[in-house]
């Protein structure tokens, strides 16, 4: 039925399979739009945030899928900066992913703000000061330049590229992408940084606050680097999902294992630098304020100190050793269980710097906040998911994302 | 033009192109952002030119001078009225939102007329007729005793024309609802003489012992007592607090004594037993002034030693001594009663025993004393006309022995038919605000006509036949006599400062409506005009003052009585009041605690003072009760569990809030809350403690003085 | 001399309440909402979502009966100063689109809700849960719409508001002195609703910046160490954190004081002892 559309020797699915996954999947994106949709003509009523949870569970959605999506801009520096030419075999998965992965996050912000139409005064009337103001100019720019290195792959479409002004179009794309991969990495550093200056600059908050580098708290650095050395993982754990899912291979082991031992080597450093400032944030910069690091971990019903433990050893030590240690990188299940680990390592993270500086209590007489989202913030949430599978879908089923996966095949 | 695929494409390109950059999308960008800063349903308030009207709050007895800020007559805004004698500028919480009052959509709108169950608009000229075709029927069956009307208070005009007019028409059932005023004027009647009142110099003491006193819970008037408090902590003077619970006065206090609930007066006794023991008593005074002191010492010297009272009250023996020592000692002490905000009657006992304590000091008409002061008098009502309809009628007794609204509906529960066929209801809520709610609506009920000149469809108007809403305060004149306690006289005027919003009367012409369509000697009775004509005429040679200034004041060379003081009834050592309910089956003991920050009177609670209360006290629906965490161990619950609690009256559902400053075995639930009346903002949140506390009778008064009740906690 | 003056002419509006006077009465909280159009709903018990500028917070002391003690602080927004005084207060350096400025003339820390679009970043850096969100539409039942203030504008669902100072009283103020000629405004000219209200006269106002106010004489703010109160007795909220509040509290009790900011164990006794203070 879509024969003509799908990329020549490829074998798919049949259309009303595919139909049907994808109305599957349109039914939950469905739920997730009429749950934006209250939040946009009710209000944030809509949603269980309060005056102590002004950021909550889509905020760390949006960091998350952030960090994640960081994939993108660490492969396509690594690739065209770099020159590590096999990672071009897993590129155009990564930077599907990342516009997933930047347009939900953009998504969710519309959603987020109380006053969606007033969305843009954040360019015409810029606070140089804020963080959020940084994340806003690097994410739209970013995003941007992730749609134009986007475009060229839809233009490889079969169909599409029968028409001469885009298969031209798609050429000079092409020969131009360097320069777009370089501005994005630039961006990227930058948005991926600001996000973790957003809580790190809070100086309200002794939870997040961090000294840093002159405007940059250390937690900037702290978010670009882990997001580099995480988000290849994501891109890793989906490249699975979707070899799962479509029963083949579509990536070699040995992209994939390059790709897993640059992670490895990244989260290792990070994890190093996050312990060090652990440490340095709970000796120094916390008791300064009069707080001791385990005030931070008590007296509530949720946050205990496995949190942190979750987050530095399950997250960060575990997967960092598996994957930098050969045989253990290339044991398929260790692999699976530490790019797994890492994804929620990174998750948590995100998450303790949002949600839980939002909980802990300040004033000595404030007590914990926990909240718990309301059904219309975890539609909202998984609205992305949800598009993002049919996204990938669509990419995978129409366009040459997986270039290894022909080969593949045939040798098959 | 040959439109082939690229030139369609370029067409379409250099579309989007150019309307990018017109300024097309931009333009509706920014209206967009526009539109959303004046939405149509957010309200833009008029503006206009700034005047101020001064006025008196009577929204409770402790009666504020108040500014209205208006906006080309619009009020916007209350403030305290600086300089005003009793509140000098500040304002309560109460105050502050009577225009949330004003605007009430639970206000009554106009006249309303029940027809079976529902509410139907009439007219004023109907109801009145209606009224006044109800009492003449009672006229003519010669049974003009079977009228009755409850009022607030006996003071002021419009009070004034309410019992004038049941006077004229021939009954003695005029009633006001009993608070501690009764109980400490029945005091000065023992000890003092007839038709005086305290007034408590308390600014000018320098020892308060307070029993049980809500100072800052809304005791007497409370501006004026907040004001008092801040200038204690000036002036270092001691504050001493005996509670059984850490309330905010406790809190405030330089000294908090947790007693057990209802021996206070045993705790007072075995102070005056200290005192005289040790001969700290101001002998001058005592020889001097006053009457059976003899029997009274050997009283307390027999049954109230400290050793004996540490025993009743929990509170050590030394603690006693001391607490005696320093009071004693003081220069100005003064001693006062009157639990929480006193809406309701103490025990004589009790009232009695603390000023003993003032007495035995010797602090009778002295400068941060207790004076001994005369009713305020200024009205100079012409006599009556009674016919002898009338004559005959006020020659009956009143229903309820005691004169007493508990009294009275106790009477009317025990007959099989109602001795009151109708009943006037003004500015008084018994169907909340009484002891055992669930007996007085039945009560209410027996009576066959109910004529109610509520402002507000409350739990009693509810239950009215016919209601003749009056103008609130705002919209009124009203002459407002002193706030209870107070050592000075302050007459204040009420103006209208709004509206009338809705169709209401002043209801001290709706009562002339009434007299006057009775025709004959009624009508001669009032010859005025109308309210206004008749205020000018009462109130006589000081209305120019009162009208010119808003208020009266008459300070320092007041005609105070002798302070002569009589013993011989604190020496009776009368039964102290008992509560409700045997230890075995209910453990604890429930008192009801007054929160300055919900109304627990006539009115229920603006939407603003239900706002600033904390979600300790109500969590959505649910009211939640003071429980210490022994107590609450005990019985296994944690904070935040919802429990059932039972007392003798009746049971309810609650959440439990855990307090460290509520005594192990004491449950404490919040007064002004369970309110059934239509009103979107309090209806149905939490329970009304009325409904479990009843009602009981105090020898030495006669008038109803439960301060709580025995209870149950139990899991749900 | 004109250096003297032009400082003079800087106001650093300030709050001084006094603890051991306020008696948790709640005016202030209905004096600010009905000076400043504060709306209100049918069920305001859940606090993490009522809108009250001026809050005001039951502490304890933690002990067990009979020992308990009890305090209340009455919290509108400190105005922070920020670090070093230099007007980046915790909310105000974080608002990507200056909705929020702070007023380098007053010491004030404006909020301007047509600008706000909601996006709460200077809630989360608030420390003091000063700043509220309009989660809903403000809705003023039956005739209520009447009585709302023309000089504050009552605010739309999806933006920010919080404590302003009453500034529309200072800018009332400040036109009624222009027009009489006078450069200065006099100290009792400008005062807050709360502070007008309160019963109890536990809330003082005026200029942190003019020695003859009452406010400077209460705490005597030490000009060279970000106006930190010499007075022993008075103290800010949270003075660890460098936020730099405006609202300074009084209290002659000890737990109260410590109760103002967080200390590791033992910390506060050291404190306290060099200080020389510990009266109780
Ligand atoms: N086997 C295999 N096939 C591929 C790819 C692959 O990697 N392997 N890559 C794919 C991709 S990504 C791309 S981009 C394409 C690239 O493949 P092509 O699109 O074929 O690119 P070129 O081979 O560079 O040819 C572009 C031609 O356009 C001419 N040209 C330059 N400017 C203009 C102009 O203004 N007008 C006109 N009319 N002509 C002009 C140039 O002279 C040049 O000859 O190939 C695709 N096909
Ligand atoms: N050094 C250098 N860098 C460049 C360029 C350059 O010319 N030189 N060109 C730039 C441009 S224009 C582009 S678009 C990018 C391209 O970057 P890549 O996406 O890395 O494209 P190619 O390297 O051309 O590889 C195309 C791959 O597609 C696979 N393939 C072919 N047909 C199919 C199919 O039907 N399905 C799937 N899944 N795979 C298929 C082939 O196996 C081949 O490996 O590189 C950019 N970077
Ligand atoms: S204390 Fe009473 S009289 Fe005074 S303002 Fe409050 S409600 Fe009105
Ligand atoms: S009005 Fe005054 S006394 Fe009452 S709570 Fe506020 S600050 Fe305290
Ligand atoms: S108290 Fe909060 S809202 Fe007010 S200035 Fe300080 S940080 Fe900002
Ligand atoms: S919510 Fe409004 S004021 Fe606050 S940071 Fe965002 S835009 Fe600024
Ligand atoms: S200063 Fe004004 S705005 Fe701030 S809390 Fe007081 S009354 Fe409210
Ligand atoms: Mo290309």
Redesign the interface.
């Known amino acids: 039925m879509d024969s003509e559309l799908i990329p020549k020797g490829a074998k798919r699915c049949s259309f009303p399979f595919f139909a049907t996954g994808l109305a599957i999947a349109g039914i939950v994106l469905l739920w997730g739009v009429y749950a934006m949709l209250l939040c946009w003509f009710k209000g944030l009523n809509q949603t269980n945030m309060n005056d102590n949870y002004g950021f909550a569970l889509w905020i760390w959605a949006d960091l998350a899928v952030i960090a994640l999506g960081g994939g993108a801009f660490f492969t396509g520096l690594l690739r065209y900066i770099f020159g590590i030419d096999e990672l071009k075999n897993i590129i155009n998965f990564a930077v599907v992913i990342g516009f997933i992965c930047y347009s939900s996050a953009l998504l969710i912000l519309a959603i987020d703000v109380g ?1 969606p ?2 969305s ?2 954040i360019f015409w009337h810029a606070n140089v000061h804020s963080m959020l103001t940084e994340v806003a100019f690097c994410l739209s720019l970013y995003f941007s330049v992730l749609t134009i290195e986007f475009i060229p792959l839809i233009l490889e479409n079969r169909k599409i590229n029968k ?1 001469p ?1 885009f298969h031209h179009l798609g050429h000079n794309m092409h020969g131009i992408m360097a320069v777009f991969a370089a501005t994005g990495a630039f961006l990227s550093f930058f948005h991926q940084g600001s996000l973790g200056g957003v809580s790190g600059v809070l100086y309200g908050r002794p939870f997040s606050f961090r000294h840093g580098l002159l405007i940059w708290p250390w937690t900037f650095f702290l978010f670009t680097w882990s997001a580099a050395a995480y988000g290849p993982c994501f891109t890793l754990l989906i490249t699975k999902i979707t070899e799962g899912i479509t029963g083949k291979k579509l990536v070699k082991d040995n992209v994939v294992h390059l790709l897993a031992k640059i992670s490895g080597w990244m989260i290792t450093s990070y994890i190093i630098a996050k312990i060090i400032d652990t440490i340095y944030w709970a000796m120094v910069t916390a008791p300064s304020e009069g707080f001791t690091m385990m005030q931070f971990y008590s007296n509530n019903g949720f946050y205990g100190i496995w949190i942190l433990f979750a987050e530095i050893v399950l997250g960060g030590i575990v997967p960092a050793a598996i994957l930098i240690k050969k045989d253990w990188r290339e044991n398929s299940k260790l692999l699976l269980l530490a790019i797994i680990l890492a994804v929620i390592g990174i998750c948590l993270n995100r998450w303790v710097m949002v949600l839980q500086t939002m909980a802990v209590p300040v004033m000595s007489f404030d007590t914990w906040a926990l909240y718990f989202p309301s059904w219309q913030e975890i539609a909202t949430t998984i609205l992305p998911v949800a598009y993002g599978f049919i996204l990938i879908a669509i990419a995978y089923r129409y366009l040459p994302v997986f270039p290894q996966e022909q080969e593949l095949y045939i040798e098959k | 033009m040959k439109v082939d ?2 030139s369609f ?1 370029g067409l379409g390109l250099g579309a989007v192109a150019g309307v990018t950059v017109s300024p097309l999308p931009w333009k509706l ?1 920014d209206d ?2 526009i ?3 004046n ?1 149509p ?8 030119e700034v005047t101020y009207d001064n006025t008196v709050c009577t929204l409770c007895p402790g009666h504020c001078g108040i500014s209205v ?1 208006k ?1 080309n007559g ?7 009225r600086k300089g005003y004698p009793i ?1 000098d ?5 109460h105050g ?2 009577s ?2 009052y ?4 639970a206000r009554v709108k106009q006249p309303l007329m029940k027809k079976g169950k529902v509410w139907e608009k009439i007219s004023w000229k109907d109801a009145i007729t209606l009224v006044t075709g109800k009492l003449a029927e009672l006229r003519k069956k010669q049974s003009p005793d079977r009228l009755a009307c409850i009022t607030d208070t006996d003071k002021g005009t419009i009070s004034g024309l309410f019992e004038r007019f049941l006077k004229a028409f021939g009954s003695n059932n005029f009633y006001t609802i009993s608070s501690m005023d009764k109980t400490w004027e029945k005091t000065f009647k023992m000890m003092h003489h007839s038709g005086s009142s305290p007034g408590f110099d308390l600014k000018n003491s320098d020892f308060i012992l307070s029993f049980g006193c809500g100072f ?1 819970e809304g005791w007497g008037s ?2 004026h007592n ?2 008092i ?2 200038a204690w ?1 000036e002036n270092k003077a001691k504050f001493v607090q005996i509670e059984p619970r ?1 309330s ?1 006065t406790a ?2 206090a330089d000294m ?1 004594i ?1 007693v057990k609930p209802g021996t206070d007066a045993d705790l007072a006794l075995g102070m005056c037993c200290e005192i005289i023991s040790k001969d700290l008593y101001d002998t001058s005074y005592i020889s001097g002034f006053t009457k059976g002191f003899n029997d009274f010492s050997n009283m307390v010297k027999k049954n109230y030693t400290p050793e004996k009272v540490s025993k009743t009250t929990g509170v050590p023996a030394s603690k006693i001594k001391e607490l005696a020592l320093k009071f004693a000692k003081a220069k100005t002490p003064v001693a006062i009663a009157g639990k929480g905000r006193g809406y309701k009657a103490g025990s004589m006992k009790e009232f009695t025993a603390v000023h003993a304590l003032n007495c035995l000091a010797g602090n009778i008409n002295k400068k941060g004393g207790v004076w001994t002061m005369p009713f305020m008098e200024y009205g100079n009502w012409p006599a009556i006309n009674m016919d002898s309809v009338a004559s005959a009628g006020v020659s009956k007794p009143v229903i309820g022995e005691s004169g007493s609204v508990a009294a009275l509906f106790e009477k009317i529960n025990a007959s099989k038919k109602s001795p009151v066929d109708l009943l006037f209801v003004y500015q008084s809520n018994p169907c909340f605000t009484m002891h055992d709610v669930k007996a007085v609506e039945k009560a209410v009920e027996k009576i066959p006509f109910i004529v109610s000149f509520s402002s507000v469809m409350d739990e009693t108007a509810e239950k009215a036949d016919i209601i003749l809403p009056s103008h609130m305060f705002l919209e009124r004149y009203e002459d407002v006599p002193g706030a209870f306690g107070l050592v000075e006289e302050v007459t204040g005027l009420c103006v209208p400062v709004a509206g009338p ?1 809705f169709n209401t009367k002043n209801p001290g012409d709706s009562i002339l409506m009434i007299a006057k369509a009775l025709k004959g000697s009624v009508a001669s009775s009032f010859p005025w005009e109308n309210y206004h004509a008749c205020l000018e005429k009462i109130t006589g040679d000081i209305w120019d003052k009162l009208s010119g200034d808003g208020y009266l004041r008459k300070d320092a060379n007041l005609p105070y009585l002798r302070p002569d003081a009589d013993f011989s009834f604190a020496a009776q050592n009368t039964e102290s009041v008992k509560m409700e309910g045997s230890e075995g089956s209910f453990p604890l003991i429930l008192v009801p605690v007054d929160n ?2 919900l109304f627990s009177g006539v009115f229920a609670s603006s ?9 300790t006290i ?3 629906r649910d009211i939640l009760v003071e429980l ?3 107590t609450a161990k005990k019985i296994g619950l944690s904070h935040g569990d919802y429990a059932m609690i039972a007392t003798p009256k009746g049971t309810a559902k609650v959440k439990v809030h855990i307090f ?5 075995g004491v449950v404490g639930m919040d007064e002004g809350l369970g309110h059934t009346a239509e009103n ?2 309090i209806k149905d949140k939490g329970v009304n403690v009325n409904e479990l506390v009843g009602p009981v009778i105090d020898t030495g008064s006669g008038l109803d003085a439960a301060w709580g009740i025995r209870a149950k906690l139990s899991k749900v | 001399m004109t250096k003297e003056q032009n400082k003079r002419k800087k106001h650093v509006f300030g709050m001084v309440i ?1 603890l ?2 306020c ?5 202030c ?3 600010c ?3 400043n ?1 504060v709306p ?1 709903r ?6 993490k979502r ?1 809108i ?1 500028w001026m809050r ?1 917070y ?1 502490l ?1 002391n ?5 020992d ?5 602080l009455p919290r509108p927004c400190m105005h922070c100063g920020g670090h070093g005084d230099h007007g980046h207060s915790p909310c105000v350096s974080v608002c990507p689109v200056n909705a929020t400025r702070y007023g380098y003339d007053t010491g004030i820390v404006s909020q301007i809700y ?1 600008r706000c679009f909601g996006c709460r970043y200077c809630m989360a850096a608030c420390p003091y849960h000063a700043r509220y969100f309009n989660w809903w ?2 809705k ?11 000089n504050v ?4 669902r ?1 933006v920010v508001e919080k404590c302003s100072f009453c500034y529309q009283r200072y800018q009332a103020a400040r036109d009624k002195a222009l027009y009489e000629g006078r450069d200065e405004i006099e100290e009792n000219e400008y005062q807050t ?1 709360c502070t ?7 809330i003082t106002f005026g200029d942190l910046n003019n020695p003859d106010h009452m406010v400077y004489k209460m705490v005597q703010p030490d000009p060279h160490h970000t106006r930190k109160p010499l007075n022993p007795k008075a103290f800010r909220l949270l003075e660890r954190l460098e936020t730099n509040p405006k609202v300074y509290y009084i209290s002659e009790r000890e737990w109260v004081r410590k109760a103002g900011d967080n200390y590791i164990k033992g910390e506060w006794e050291k404190l306290n002892k060099n200080h020389g203070k510990s009266d109780e």
């Open positions: 006053q139409l007033r843009w005064f028409v002004f | 695929r690229r494409l960008i967009v952002s539109w959303t800063q939405w349903w957010t309200p833009v308030p008029p503006d206009g800020r906006i619009r009020p916007v805004k209350i403030e305290g509140n500028g500040g304002v309560c919480l502050l939102s225009l949330q004003l605007y009430d959509p800052i409370p501006v907040f004001k408090n801040s902590k850490l905010h809190a405030k908090w947790p919003v300055m920050r939407p603003f003072a239900v706002k600033t209360v904390s979600d109500i969590k959505k210490n965490p022994v460290e400053g509520i005594m192990p979107i903002f | 006094d051991d006077k008696t948790g009465c709640g005016s909280m209905v004096a909402m009905s000076e159009n209100f049918e069920d305001e018990s859940d606090k009522s009250t005001v039951k304890t933690g002990k067990s009966f009979p308990t003690e009890i305090c209340y047509t539409d403000p003023w039942p039956g005739e209520m719409e009447k009585y709302l203030s023309p504008s009552p605010r739309m999806g609703a007008e209200a309160c019963p109890a006269g536990a």
